[in-house]
């Protein structure tokens, strides 16, 4: 008998014991005598099968939380999916503007990687069992199932399946639908982020951006560099300079340009550390973490001046005396300085990775010495009044021109007044449906004119007192 003829015989007889399986055990045979030729059967068809499956579980634990290995491996094969799949599943990908596909259930796809051939299928177990609740029940267990031989059995644990990991969180990322979050105490709300800002419309120095869109590159592909060095995958900055300046846009711009979600942290609304730990830790990596006006949102030294407090506690006392008043207390942060510091940097703050901590304020001078430092804020930015190049994006982005003869008289005004990218953005709306820009350009050029002598009188009203109290010490 030769091979061929050899493995037809196997074929037919193993085609033979699953008829008769199905028709005579698994009816009448009893559990525990079926249970064991399961076993020992298994075990047989591991001498002529050379085959190893994987299976990946959608959802795993006790408390059947769904599987993130799943849903990694779901995007990493959306893309072969499509174009070897005869059925599909298709979903809303990101900014609901494009369609994410995926296997339907119970197909195949087969992929090749480093010369070994590998077979992915879906599938899905129904479950029988019957229980009462309040709440439907998805009996719908899903999974995928990996298939190679086993030849190839350590290139598939050590190499092929990180792969399959570090490929489909790159385009789970691409694909997903952004959130922004605000806290609501202790707990996240999100809504959709759509904000449009880039740093292509940003109005800043050209060198400037360059600068901060390097730092941010440089960190969001440097992951094995700070394991090497021992630090937590995160970075600060600090955004300070006068309102208006563009510090929300430009974290918007941050978020777009690495696709990272965002988290609006209210630190007004957060009870006290243990809440604001507990908020940390339900961020999600690839995010960045925003404190606004930070040198008002507390007082995060603690340090209170005698007059405030007593000023303070009379007020209370009047509050507690008035319906509700006690509650309103009861409701104050008492989240300190220290506890900040811990959500920056301390062993809390290595929780998750790839995340960016971002404060604003308006007055630097205002906030800790230990709060601001390197290594809690790594890099800090100013944001200062229009210059003459931030001016030029603007008038790219409003006006769609990049010179004009009135450009230099434009230059001039702004090295003389301090006015702010909005202010100047404002003057460069359009007020009327005819198109001219020309009108946008002369009411900026007349407005930086009246700041100007406004700015002059200013100085001049402040330098007349000093000049008469000068003269009239000489005159004594």
Request: glycine share 6%; proline share 3%; charged share 30%.
């Amino acid at each position: 008998m030769n091979s061929k003829e050899m493995f037809a015989s196997l074929g037919s007889i193993i085609a033979s014991l699953v008829f008769v399986w199905t028709l005579f055990f698994q009816r009448y045979c009893p559990y525990q005598l079926r249970n064991q030729i399961e076993k020992y059967s298994q075990r047989l068809v591991t001498f002529v099968y050379p085959y190893v499956q994987i299976t990946f579980h959608e959802f795993t634990g006790e408390r059947l939380m769904r599987s993130e290995v799943y849903s990694t491996i779901e995007y990493y094969l959306s893309s072969g999916a499509y174009t070897q799949a005869k059925r599909l599943k298709a979903d809303i990908g990101k900014n609901n503007q494009s369609l994410v596909f995926s296997m339907d259930d119970h197909e195949e796809v087969a992929e090749e990687f480093k010369g070994a051939k590998l077979w992915w299928a879906s599938g899905k177990n129904i479950s029988n069992s019957q229980s009462l609740s309040f709440q439907p029940v998805n009996d719908e267990k899903r999974y995928y199932k990996l298939t190679f031989h086993e030849r190839h059995r350590e290139l598939i644990r050590y190499t092929y399946l990180n792969h399959v990991m570090k490929e489909g969180k790159a385009t789970k990322v691409k694909n997903r639908l952004r959130k922004l979050y605000t806290n609501h105490g202790s707990y996240w709300n999100h809504v959709a982020f759509e904000h449009p800002a880039t740093f292509e419309t940003l109005a800043l120095e050209p060198e400037k951006k360059e600068e901060i869109i390097d730092d941010l590159l440089t960190f969001s592909t440097n992951e094995e560099f700070f394991a090497r060095i021992g630090r937590a995958w995160k970075r600060g900055y600090l955004l300070y300079g006068p309102p208006g300046t563009g510090k929300s846009t430009m974290i918007a711009a941050m978020a777009n340009l690495l696709g990272y979600d965002l988290y609006d942290l209210e630190l007004t609304a957060v009870r006290d550390n243990t809440e604001l730990r507990r908020l940390l830790i339900e961020t999600s990596s690839k995010s960045i973490i925003v404190i606004e006006d930070l040198d008002c949102s507390l007082d995060l030294t603690g340090q209170r001046r005698k007059k405030e407090k007593k000023e303070d506690e009379e007020e209370n006392k009047d509050q507690k005396q008035k319906p509700g008043g006690g509650e309103r207390e009861a409701r104050s942060s008492q989240v300190t300085l220290s506890g900040l510091l811990n959500f920056i940097d301390g062993l809390w703050s290595a929780c998750g990775g790839e995340r960016l901590i971002v404060f604003t304020t308006n007055h630097i001078e205002k906030l800790d010495p230990a709060l601001i430092r390197k290594g809690r804020m790594d890099k800090h930015i100013e944001l200062s009044y229009c210059s003459f190049e931030a001016f030029k994006v603007l008038a790219k982005n409003y006006l769609r021109i990049e010179s004009h003869r009135l450009f230099p008289r434009i230059g001039e005004l702004l090295g003389d007044v301090k006015i702010t990218p909005a202010d100047v953005a404002e003057h460069l709306m359009p007020k009327s449906s005819s198109g001219d820009y020309e009108v946008q350009v002369k009411n900026l050029i007349e407005a930086l004119e009246t700041t100007r002598e406004e700015e002059a009188r200013k100085i001049e009203a402040l330098g007349k007192p000093e000049a008469d109290r000068t003269r009239t010490m000489h005159e004594s």
